[in-house]
């Protein structure tokens, strides 16, 4: 296939030999094809650009295409590439960091995926427990290993209601029977399914500010709560910082808020579009990791701690304290979601903008959503709207009315003001 083909003819090349075009659902969706990329922008085949608020689901933190980050995986793979045999010098450097910022982290494995660090997370929880239920809430997304892949859309959650509900075909329809959802911020349910099913509990899954239906933040009280259930009734309190980590603060949503669980599951913004992921925890937890013929949980994966994703990790924590990249990205943020609070009024359009440090989340609702079941009523018609009007513009948001989306730090003031004026016509054309 030729350089020169249009979006189109890419994605109908794409649909004969990827199933839909692409290898990820949420790639789906977009007339777009994007071939180049730097610091805040992305250019698609038709050389248009955009400011992109995806940052590919919450990787690029410093920037696109940023040369530091991209110079010390060239080194790395030029110096000592992939060996397979014991840890390298990189890893155990960025262990080391991981558990200097980290509160929760007295050791550290890395993996390739968000996926594979919450799936060794209720391996390890089973191994330590000897039980087999796992606890998440609704709507909640932690991956797709199959315990935690269920318990989407529902309106009739309570307690005892069977889960019917998978997020895709072929997982093991037996495993929706080990798992207890429950509503976000709903103290009353989460008291209610700890007593009813604590001493069968492994494992509780929490986002510390929830992403998988926006930003939707805890109530005051409510995290702390459920680390006392895990407590009281012997569960361990798996954070998933997947999103969180090294993006809310460098020391993860769990530096913030003081919530400390006993494992933390992190990947995506610790190096800025380099697959590495990992699982941080308590040393007498992280210590059932070990040999399957002892009977403990077993973590193994050809490309783990892989020596280029490792060095651009190393990179890019470096140069976010020394860049004080945190405190960059949260001013930017306030800006962008001031302008957009200001943009809503002036539109006169039922909207609500919320979010945390460099993250937002836009509902088409009168009232900002407490848990997953107030995102089921988000005007998605309007959303639409609002969506293509910013994207006529140039500026880039996800296509779900109930999505996350955020900045790297590579983005200006100008660019934010200039998203602001962009969302005044979006919100404008949503109220129409
Ligand atoms: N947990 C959360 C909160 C996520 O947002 C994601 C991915 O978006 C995952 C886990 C899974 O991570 P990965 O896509 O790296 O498998």
Known sequence: MSQE???????????????????SGHRLGW??????????????????????FLNAWGPIILGHSDTRVNQAVLEAANTCDLTGVGPQLGEIELAEKVCELMPSAEKVVFCTSGTDATMHAAHI?????????????????????????????RADLTVDAPLETVNSAGLHPG??????????????????????????????????????????????????????????HGVLFVLDEVKTGFRAALGGIQSVNGVIPDLTAFGKAIANGYS????????????????????????????????????????TLGIMESEET????????????????????EAGVEAVVTGIGSEWAVYFRATAPQNFRDTMD?????????????????V???????GDRRLNASTTEDDIDRAVDAARIAFAAAAA
């Open 326 to 345: 945190i405190a960059r990205i949260y001013a930017l943020g306030e800006r962008l979601r001031a302008g957009y609070a200001r943009a809503i009024e």
């Open 125 to 153: 929880a089973r191994a330590a427990t000897g039980r087999v239920k796992v606890l998440k809430f609704h709507g909640s997304y932690h991956g797709w290993s199959d315990h935690v892949a269920v318990g989407g859309a």
């Open 175 to 232: 495993v929706t029977g080990d798992v207890v959802v429950v509503e976000w911020n709903d103290a009353a349910g989460l008291r209610a399914a700890f007593d009813r099913h604590g001493s069968q509990l492994a494992a509780a899954f929490a986002e510390g500010y929830i992403h998988s239906f926006g930003c939707v933040p805890p109530q005051a009280g409510f995290l702390e709560l459920l680390r006392e259930l895990c407590t009281r």
């Open 276 to 315: 590495l992921a990992g699982l941080a925890g308590r040393d007498e937890f992280m210590g059932h990791l070990g040999a399957y013929t002892r009977g403990e949980a077993t973590i193994d994966g050809t490309y783990n701690a892989s020596p280029y994703a490792i060095a651009a990790a190393n990179a």
């Open 31 to 52: 007339k777009q094809v994007f071939v180049r990329s730097g610091g805040a922008y992305l250019w698609d085949r038709e050389g248009n650009r955009y400011l992109d």
């Open 378 to 394: 988000v005007d998605t018609a309007r959303y639409g709207a609002y969506q293509a009007a910013l994207l006529e513009q140039g």
């Open 5 to 23: 083909t249009s979006s189109s003819q890419r994605w109908e090349h794409a649909r004969k030999v990827i199933p839909r075009g692409a290898s």
């Open 396 to 402: 880039l948001e996800t296509t779900s009315a109930t």
